[in-house]
C-alpha cells in the first residue's frame, strides 16, 4: 500500500495520487542529492556508485546513439551527465509537472534551480578534467531536447504523444516507487522496455528490497525486488542481461530500508531472436 505520512486516508489514494500530492522536489533533493552534504554517508557512496557506473557505460563500455530516453527523471539531471557525451539528444520525462518544472528551472538556469555543480564536477573528474564542468552543464542543457509527462503505468508510457524507439532507456529509481506489486512492477518494465529499438540498451538503477523511501515529510512505498527478480523480469521483456552490479549500504531507518542498489545493462534482442526463441537464457 502506498502510504503518506501526510494522508490522511492512505488507503484511498493511488499510488499516483501520493505522488501528485506529496512528492516533495526540493525535499527529495536534500535528501538524496545533496552530493558531499548528504544526511547519511551511504547516500553518497550510493551516488558515487551510480555515477561512476553510468560514466564507465557510456565513456568506456561504448553505448552511444542517437536519442537517450530518461524515465522518471524526478527533478534530477546528475544521471544524464555522462549520457549527454554519448547521445545526440536526451528526452528526459517524469509523472509530475512540479519535477517537470524544476528540471526546466535548471535547463533554463533559473537562479532557483537546484545546484547539482558537486555531482558535474565529479564527473567531469571521472571523464579527466574536474575544471570543464561549466562546458558540461552547458552541453547536457544542449542535449537534452524535450522534457515530456510519462506514465509507466501506461503501455505507451508517453501517450498520446507517440515517441520513437530509442537507442537507450534509463531509468533510475522510477519503476519501483510506481509499482505496488511485483506484477505491476512487470507491467511497468514491459512498458518501459518498449521504447528500446531491437538491438538498443536499458540501463536500470534499483533500490533493491526496499519497501520505503521518504522524500521530504513523505513516505513512498517502494514494491521489493532482490536481483534474480529483476533479471528473470528483464529477460522476460526480450532483453539480454549485459551486466548487474550491486551496492551495499546501511542507509538510516528514517530515510529508507534499502539494502542495495543494483545498477543493470540489458541489450533488447533482435525481433527475430525472440521469435524464434534464440533469446539467451
Ligand atoms: C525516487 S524518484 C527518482 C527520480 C530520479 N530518477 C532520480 O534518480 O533522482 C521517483 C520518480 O518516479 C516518478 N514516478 C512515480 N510514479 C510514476 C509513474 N507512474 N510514471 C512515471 N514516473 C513516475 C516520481 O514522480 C519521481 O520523480
Not at 134 to 158: G, I, M, S, Y
Not at 172 to 193: H, I, M, Q, T, W
Request: some cysteine; overall charge negative; glycine content about 6%.
Amino acid at each position: 500500500m502506498f502510504c503518506g505520512l501526510q494522508g490522511t486516508m492512505e488507503g484511498d489514494f493511488t499510488g499516483k495520487e501520493m505522488y501528485h500530492l506529496n512528492f516533495d522536489p526540493k525535499g527529495y533533493f536534500n535528501m538524496y542529492k545533496s552530493f558531499g552534504l548528504s544526511v547519511s554517508p551511504g547516500n553518497d557512496e550510493r551516488l558515487r556508485f551510480i555515477l561512476e557506473r553510468l560514466h564507465k557505460t557510456f565513456a568506456l563500455d561504448g553505448i552511444r546513439g542517437d536519442t537517450l530516453i530518461d524515465i522518471g527523471s524526478g527533478p534530477s539531471i546528475y544521471q544524464l551527465l555522462s549520457a549527454c557525451e554519448s547521445f545526440k539528444e536526451i528526452i528526459a520525462s517524469d509523472l509530475l509537472e512540479k519535477n517537470r518544472e524544476e528540471m526546466q528551472k535548471w535547463l533554463k538556469k533559473d537562479p532557483e534551480a537546484f545546484d547539482w555543480t558537486p555531482m558535474v564536477k565529479y564527473v567531469c573528474q571521472l571523464e579527466g578534467d574536474r575544471e570543464t564542468w561549466p562546458e558540461k552543464q552547458e552541453k547536457l542543457r544542449r542535449t537534452v531536447k524535450q522534457v515530456l509527462k510519462c506514465d509507466v503505468t501506461l503501455a505507451n508510457p508517453f501517450h498520446p504523444l507517440v515517441v520513437p524507439p530509442a537507442d537507450c532507456v534509463l531509468s533510475s529509481c522510477c519503476l519501483e516507487g510506481a509499482s505496488k506489486d511485483f506484477p505491476a512492477y512487470r507491467s511497468a518494465l514491459k512498458n518501459v522496455a518498449s521504447l528500446v529499438k531491437p538491438g538498443g540498451h536499458l540501463i536500470l538503477v534499483i533500490p533493491l528490497e526496499a519497501t520505503y523511501y521518504m522524500a521530504g515529510q513523505s513516505k513512498f512505498s517502494d514494491c521489493f525486488v532482490k536481483p534474480e527478480m529483476v533479471k528473470v523480469a528483464v529477460k522476460e521483456v526480450g532483453f539480454d542481461i549485459v551486466c548487474f552490479e550491486n551496492l551495499n549500504v546501511d542507509f538510516p531507518v528514517a530515510l529508507s530500508d534499502v539494502k542495495a542498489f543494483g545498477f543493470l545493462v540489458a541489450q533488447k534482442c533482435n525481433k527475430a531472436e525472440v521469435a524464434t526463441g534464440k533469446a539467451k537464457e
